[in-house]
């Protein structure tokens, strides 16, 4: 098998625009605030496609369904949705305030867990994040606030630079501010409870539906004021969990390859700055594209010009 990318799959959202075009260099829907791309997904309502070569045409299921072992590798189940889900984010305004629930709660509220981590790819100079909660807010406090419009006051809000990352695990309040592209990898789930939308109206001109009992549920109340990883030379890794691990690798041209090789489990590969190939397969990963490399597959990469790749494995 080969490397495989997949067609986007672009959602207009109140809070989206047109920044992919500019940033990533994607021809997107016209007349639409775009503010999601979902590169990989395998979900019953939504389906990647595969966008070249040998498997071209075919879903992400199509291809779990007759090739599980050689994409997950020993033990793959064909049954068994794609296990993550990967969004590039274009964030024009302040997403809603929200969390998604943690496994323990998630079945009793009839949603699914997610914990995802962002990647800030690119930012304006004031940008920020909404994660956590500010020290010792408690459950009361938080409530009340909400009651009085004035929660703002009780979320841990902080700048960031391009470069950045955070793990946004299940139970985790937050939301992403203005100004932010972002790539977001996620536990495939799609349950999203709103805190609070800022009092904005939706694409219909109503207010968004919110879901307060199922979030104060969900937040887990003593987490407080995290912090992001912010990035450093070399290689570097961002998040560890249950559901995947993520690592960055800043490439050279001068550099050895990045050698991925098969047989190890799969892998996503995530071109976030710069230029590389593929020795092995002549394939090109350019700015904003996403892979993923099957078990039975290796890779081994080579920067063209400074590149930044991020590569997600063990899920």
Not at 46 to 51: I, K
Not at 108 to 135: F, H, R
Not at 218 to 245: H, M, N, W
């Amino acid at each position: 098998m080969e490397l495989m990318s997949f067609t986007p799959l672009y959602m207009e959202r109140v809070w989206g625009g047109r920044g992919l075009e500019l940033k990533l260099g994607r021809t997107l829907p016209g007349g639409k605030m775009i503010g999601e791309s979902w590169e990989l997904v395998d979900r019953e309502d939504e389906q990647s496609v595969v966008a070249v070569g040998t498997h071209k045409g075919k879903t992400i299921r199509e291809l779990l369904e007759k090739h599980a072992v050689d994409i997950l590798g020993p033990g793959g189940e064909g049954s068994r949705p794609f296990p993550i889900l990967i969004k590039w984010l274009d964030c024009q305004e302040r997403l809603s305030l929200q969390v998604h629930p943690p496994a323990g709660i998630a079945p009793l509220l009839g949603g699914e867990p997610k914990t995802e981590n962002w990647y800030i790819a690119d930012c304006d100079e004031d940008a920020s994040l909404i994660v956590g909660l500010k020290q010792g807010v408690t459950r009361e406090q938080f409530t009340q606030a909400l009651k009085d419009n004035k929660v703002a006051a009780c979320v841990h809000r902080f700048p960031v630079k391009a470069g950045d990352s955070i793990l946004v695990e299940s139970g985790r309040v937050h939301a992403i501010d203005a100004g932010n592209l972002i790539l977001e990898i996620q536990q495939n789930s799609d349950t999203t409870y709103r805190v609070c939308d800022w009092g904005r109206v939706g694409l219909d001109g109503a207010p968004r539906q919110l879901h307060v009992e199922q979030s104060l549920q969900s937040i887990d109340f003593e987490d407080y004021e995290p912090r992001p990883l912010k990035s450093v030379p070399g290689a570097q890794t961002l998040a560890v969990c249950g559901e995947f691990r993520i690592r960055k690798f800043k490439l050279k041209p001068e550099d050895d390859a990045l050698e991925l090789p098969a047989g190890k489990g799969a892998r996503l590969i995530h071109a976030v700055e710069g230029r590389v190939t593929d020795k092995l397969s002549g394939t090109k990963l350019a700015k904003g594209s996403n892979y993923l490399q099957p078990y039975v597959t290796g890779a081994s990469l080579r920067a063209e010009e400074p590149a930044t790749l991020l590569i997600t494995d063990k899920f």
